[in-house]
Each structure stands twice: as C-alpha cells, then as structure tokens.
C-alpha cells in the first residue's frame, strides 16, 4: 500500500491535534495524582479559615507606612521611582501605569466607594485605609483564571503562581478591589536590596499580596502584620477562640464591596 | 488550489508586498514588545486590557457574521447566497485568524501559551474561548475549502461535509456569545455587568461582518471577472439594516436601564464615555460619532432608494464598519476600566508602537483575506470561462 504525500500530511495532522486534545480531556476527566508530598513544617501557622482584622484606631500613617515597606522589601516589590540607576527613573505617569503594588494606603471614598455617607465624622476621611487582597471567600479572580496559575487553598488563602501565569490579565479584570499588579515591564532594575529569598518576578506576569503564605508555613505572621504594632490581625475565622473572631465579637466591622458576593475576608474597624 | 494564490497579476502582487511590508513592520515592534515587555503600550495597571483585546473583540464579530451568509442558504434554501458563501466564510478565516493573534501579542508570557492546554479550566470563560475560536476557524476551513473544491470539480459537495455545514451555523452565535461572556460575568465592573452583552455583540456582529462583506464584494467585482451579483449584495444590505437598526435599540435599552436606575457603578463608565469624568473624556469626541453616526445610517439605511444605489449603500456601510469599530475596538474595553475599583480615572489611549503592532496583525489577516479570495475568485472565473 502506498501512501500520497498528501495523504500522509493529511493524518500525520489530524492525530497530532488529536494527540494534544485527548491529553487536555484525561487531564480534566481524570487529574494527576501528586508526584511528591512534602511534610509540612511543625512550626508552620494553619488555620480552616484565614481572616484579617485592621484596625484602624491603632493605625496610624507612620504604621501604615512601615507595614508597606515591610512587605514590599520582602517580596522584591519593585520601585519604579527608585531605580538602582538613576537614568532609570519613570516619570509620574508611567509611574501610575506601571506601578507594583501587594499593600497600600486609600482614603476612604476610594476604599468604599458608593459608601460615602454624607456625615461621616471628619477623622474618618483623613484616614488611611490599608488596602491589600481580600483572600475572597469566592474570588472572581480565580474563577476566570484560565491556567490555575491563581487558586484558593483551604485555608483559604488566594495564591498566585508566577511561573504558571501567562499573562491575559484576565484577573486583574475580574478583581473588583484592584488587588493585582501586572509587569508591564522588567521590575529587576526597581529592586534596591534584593531579598534573595523570594524569588523576583519576570516580565509579563501577574502578582499580588499571598498572606505571606510563605512566612505562615515557616512560623512567622505576615509581614505587614509583623510590623503594625497590633492595628492588623491574621486568625482563624473558623475557631470561636481566635483573635479575629474575638475582635469581630466586639467591634463593628466593615468590608469593601461586600454586596458582589465575593465575600472578602478583610475587615476594618473604623 | 492552493497554487491560484501563487500567480496573479502585477496589482496583486503589489497588494500582498504591501500587506507583507506592513506585517513585517509589526513584528519587528513586537520583537521590541518581548524584550521590553507590554509597558510600550498604554495600557497600566488600571486599564490593564486596551487596543489588542478591543480588536479581537471586534473581529470575532466579523468572523461569526459568516453564518448571516452560510444561514440562509443551507437552512432556508436561499440559492442566490452559494455564489458568495465562500467569500463569507473566507472572511471568516481571516478574521478569527487575528482574533487569535490578537490574543497572542496580548499575552505577558506568550512562551506559556500552552499552559491553557497543560492546565484545562472549565470555570475560566477564556477556556471555553479558545474551544469556541479554534473550533470555528476549523469548520470555516474545511467547510470552505471543500465546497471550493467541488465547485472546481463541478460535482455536489460530499455528503460528510454537511454535519460540519451545520454545527458551524450554531458554532457562529456561541464565539461571540462565549467572547461577551467574557465580560458580562466580571462582578466589579458595572460598564460589561449586562445580561445585553451578548445580544449587542451579535446585533454590532452582524451588521459590521456583512457590511465589510459588502464592501468586499464591491471590490471584487471591480477588480476581477466574478460579479458577486446584485441581489446578493442587496440581499446583504437588507441583513445589515435590520442588524445595526437592533444593534441601536439595544444601545438604547442599556442607556435606559443604566440612566433610570442611577446606580453609580453603571452610570459613571457611560459618564466617562460620553461626557468626561474629573474633566478626563478623550473617548468622548469618537463615541459621540460612533452613536450618532450610528443612529442616522441605521435610519438612511432604511429608505430603499439608499440601499438599492450602490454608491450609497457603499458609504452606509463603510459608516457600519467605523461607528461599530469605534464602539467596540475604542469605547468597550477602556469604558469598562475607567472609572477603576477605586473610582478613580486614568485614562488609555493606544501608543504608537501599540498602533503598529495592531496594523501589523490587521495586515496578516488581510493578507490571509486577499490570498484566499484570490483562490476563490480564480476557481470561480474558472468554472464561468
């Protein structure tokens, strides 16, 4: 039997998109088991459900200040108006465009919008919200995200994986608290002191505050909570016992944006 | 077949150079859009989708509008519409050809593209997309190409061909119901939070789409020996009519709802649009064209005398093919991103480098156009000589 060149293109084509189809659909019919399992480290800080409480009459702006620069030097935030060379410097629009951001400050017409209540006490709009990802109970964001690269844990945190990511920025769409940030472009020139143990990022890719899962598996509270001098709290939503549950018994709290069912997990007492 | 498109005429020749010089031009920005990553765009951190997604938005309307041809004559016998199924189709490929670029130059890590496979996620729409997207552009191939053929040979169709014929005609309506899904389901962003989405889609779809095939069909009767024919083209124009007439009252039914309401989170991004917030509006000159300009061809576009002159029926839907470019390639994306979370207002406009690249994936796609009319055409001519 022979076979025309035609032919031959013709089938050596079609199996090779069949190929590719039929992995996609045993992958999603039936997931790949784990390869390795790692112990997790005795010391590490767990919980079912991971909540955040800021309080925002301890927090003052020279706090809030340190709680940014605490997280941002530890996860080689870059700093696009303090490059390692000065001929890198952006101006302050490009600035805006291509800024980095995991925590920072608001006021409060810009944290809340469409709450802003005729009479509100004067102290509350000189406040300086701090703002960072909300760790949604349901998260828009990793409903729309076509590769996994960001999820929800079990604990509750949302993660974000940078070298999965592939750049459609599809959650910075589906984010309704602007949590995420994008690199537009390479942020390794903007990093002073690098911290070598975090890993920079990569031109092209997405990232945004993890509840320092990476510090919570060590041991160690976030960082930003670390250096708040107890205005911000991390806990356990789930255990009756914990701090934030215990803060949340007694205060009355507020969280952003709560009518869009995304069911953030940060919550300010004012 | 193939070969038709490798000899031509000297005008052909210089078309394709043309279109080649443009696309070329375009990679070469994009090589640069690699090194330095998207920040040679104007797109930030608040407007994080721009000029890339706005066309691909675009275009996978002009690709669906294929079925307003193929729909007709398989499904309603309509005869006259065989003689130009295949420029609808081929329109088509073309078209989802640079949707599919689009998303590629759009990409942060377009090396990673493959993790959408390595990593299938049925709850993302851009999943579904990319089904809906590639699936499309296969039946429009083969469907295509296989009538083309049969043509050449002057016999019927195969018989395994007509399941094809069929699923793509609902295939059409689901791209670019799936690609308005893509922004109808975004909790945060009052401008896309529209069960209408679709339906405008569609409605803007199948006016631009037959109005360029229009146009095309002009243009090929002009320059070559096939006459797509007068009641095709007619025909077509009636399609447009009633498209871009819904396409307006859909417009107005989303303005009714949004302005009756007065919900700020829906109001503010048409506030944005067509009168300026914080004293920023450099959309509000085009969108003012885009409606009005819009609304008075939809009701030129009515009177029968307009349509049956050829001249006019040409400048109504070179009208169509702007005033829907302008709504969806320049007011969508960015009317949805400003005002941000935050409702604060940075505004986005495309950047030259942004311009060129998109010029250059617009040239590919004509370039894919010409070469596969040029195909059809000959056969055509072909059969006729």
């Given at each position: ?19 590719l189809?039929a ?27 991971w ?13 809030a ?6 997280c941002h030097r ?14 890198d ?6 600035k805006?465009?291509w800024?980095?951001?995991?925590i ?10 469409g ?6 006490p ?15 109970d ?28 592939i ?9 309704p608290?602007?949590?995420r ?8 020139p903007?990093?002073?002191?690098e ?25 160690q ?27 949340l ?18 919550y300010?007492?004012? | ?20 010089l ?34 691909f938005?675009y ?7 294929a ?10 016998n ?5 003689r ?29 593209l493959f ?7 049925p ?5 579904w997309?990319?089904?809906v ?30 399941p ?14 799936v ?8 909790p ?29 069909c ?9 006459d ?10 009636k399609?447009?009519?009633?498209a ?18 007065q ?18 509006g450099?959309?509000?000159?085009l ?35 702007v ?15 400003v005002p ?15 311009a ?7 040239a590919?796609?004509f370039?894919?156009l010409?070469?596969?009319y ?6 055509k ?5």
């Amino acid at each position: 039997m022979s076979i025309s060149r035609r032919d031959f293109l013709r089938i050596a084509g079609f199996s090779t998109l069949f190929g590719l189809g039929a992995k996609s659909a045993f992958e999603m019919l039936a997931p790949g088991e784990l390869e390795a399992k790692l112990a997790p480290n005795p010391k590490a800080l767990t919980a079912k459900r991971w909540a955040m409480v800021v309080d925002m009459r301890k927090l003052d702006e020279q706090t809030a200040e340190k709680c940014i620069e605490a997280c941002h030097r530890i996860h080689n935030v870059p700093d696009f108006e303090d490059p390692i060379d000065p001929k890198d410097k952006v101006d302050p629009a490009e600035k805006v465009r291509w800024e980095v951001k995991w925590i920072w400050k608001e006021k409060y017409e810009h944290a809340f919008p469409g709450q802003a209540e005729v009479a509100i006490p004067e102290k509350i709009h000189k406040l300086n919200f701090l703002l960072l990802c909300n760790h949604c109970d349901n998260p828009p964001c990793v409903r729309v995200c076509p590769t996994k690269a960001t999820w929800k844990r079990d604990d509750g945190v949302v993660m974000m994986d940078q070298h999965r990511c592939i750049g459609c920025r599809y959650c910075m769409a589906a984010c309704p608290y602007g949590a995420r940030s994008f690199n537009w472009r390479n942020p390794r020139p903007f990093i002073k002191s690098e911290d070598e143990s975090y890993p920079t990022r990569e031109i092209g890719v997405v990232e945004k505050c993890t509840l320092c899962a990476e510090r919570l598996a060590k041991g160690q509270l976030p960082a930003c909570v670390e250096a708040s001098k107890g205005a911000l709290t991390v806990g356990d939503l789930n255990d009756a016992k914990s701090k934030v549950r215990e803060l949340l018994r007694n205060n009355f709290t507020i969280r952003r944006k709560t009518q869009l069912g995304s069911n953030p997990q940060v919550y300010y007492i004012v | 077949m193939f070969e038709k498109a490798l000899v031509g005429t000297k005008r052909y020749f210089g078309v394709l150079g043309f279109l080649l010089l443009l696309s070329g031009i375009g990679f070469f920005i994009y090589l640069r859009q690699l090194d330095f990553g998207l920040g040679i765009t104007g797109m930030s951190r608040d407007v994080s989708w721009g000029f890339y997604i706005a066309q691909f938005t675009y275009l996978v309307g002009v690709a669906a509008s294929a079925v307003m041809v193929v729909l007709p004559l398989y499904l309603h016998n309509y005869k006259a519409f065989g003689r130009i199924a295949i420029l609808g189709e081929f329109l088509a490929v073309s078209a989802v050809s640079m949707c599919l670029l689009f998303i590629i130059v759009d990409l942060g890590k377009p090396s990673r593209l493959f993790n959408v496979l390595l990593h299938p996620t049925p709850n993302s729409v851009l999943f579904w997309d990319m089904i809906v997207l590639n699936g499309y552009l296969f039946l429009n191939i083969v469907c295509g190409w296989t009538v083309l053929q049969a043509e050449r040979n002057e016999v019927p169709p195969p018989n395994w061909l007509k399941p094809f014929i069929y699923i793509a005609i609902p295939w059409a309506p689901s791209i670019h119901t799936v690609t308005a899904f893509l922004y109808a389901g975004l909790p945060g962003r009052g401008y896309w939070l529209t069960a209408i989405m679709a339906p405008r889609f569609l409605s803007s779809a199948f006016a631009a789409g037959p109005a360029l095939l229009v146009l095309l069909c002009l243009l090929v009767r002009k320059y070559t020996k096939f006459d797509p024919g007068r009641e095709q083209i007619q025909t077509l124009a009636k399609i447009v009519t009633y498209a871009i007439l819904i396409n307006v009252f859909f417009f107005f039914c989303e303005v009714f709802t949004v302005f009756y309401s007065q919900i700020p989170d829906h109001m503010l991004h048409f506030q944005y649009l067509f009168a300026g917030l914080e004293g920023k509006g450099k959309l509000v000159p085009l969108m003012w064209v885009s409606i009005v300009g819009m609304t008075i061809t939809a009701i030129l576009l009515i009177i029968p005398s307009v349509r049956k002159n050829e001249t006019t029926l040409a400048v109504a839907c070179a009208a169509v093919v702007v005033t829907t470019w302008i709504d969806k390639g320049m007011g969508l994306i960015t009317g949805g991103f400003v005002p941000n979370p935050f409702e604060g207002v940075t505004e986005y406009f495309p950047t030259m480098p942004e311009a060129l690249i998109t010029l250059g994936v617009w040239a590919i796609g004509f370039l894919i156009l010409t070469m596969l009319y040029k195909i059809a055409v000959s056969i055509k001519e072909e059969i006729r000589a």
